[in-house]
């Protein structure tokens, strides 16, 4: 079992900053990778960025430049940054883990369907 709690989301103009943290609780696996996504009104969930175990990241294209993940293991917590934000950002924000293997990777690490434990959510709203 493992647990995640969000927090960090606001109102902000564009143009703005943000830095979402995701608190993980205690966990027996091995190896987890973790993720974040965004589900939008009306929207499908979509993968924002992406960490494996060995801390190699990823991003989406719509997010290259602008947000990047980071965690800190002693912690527990996992970061999105997010800069020069955009009206289009504007969703409720997830955070998400996998238990991830010997390898320490998941075939699609931006897919929602590799992720089996999720956090409540934290909304952020964009205003131009």
């Known amino acids: 079992q493992l647990q995640l709690v969000e927090s960090g989301g606001d109102s902000v103009q564009a143009g703005g900053s943000l830095r979402l943290s995701c608190v993980v609780s205690?966990?027996?696996?091995?190896?987890?990778?973790m993720g974040w996504f965004r589900e939008a009104p009306g929207k499908e969930r979509e993968g924002v960025a992406a960490i494996e175990n060995d801390g190699w990241t990823r991003s989406a294209d719509s997010v290259q430049g602008r947000f990047s993940t980071s965690q800190d293991n002693t912690k527990r917590t996992l970061y999105l940054q997010m800069n020069s934000l955009k009206p289009e950002d504007t969703a409720m924000y997830y955070c998400a883990a996998a238990p991830c293997g010997l390898e320490g990777r998941l075939n699609s690490p931006m897919s929602a369907a590799e992720y089996e434990y999720w956090g409540q959510g934290t909304q952020v709203t964009v205003s131009s």
């Open positions: 205690e966990y027996t696996y091995s190896a987890v990778c």
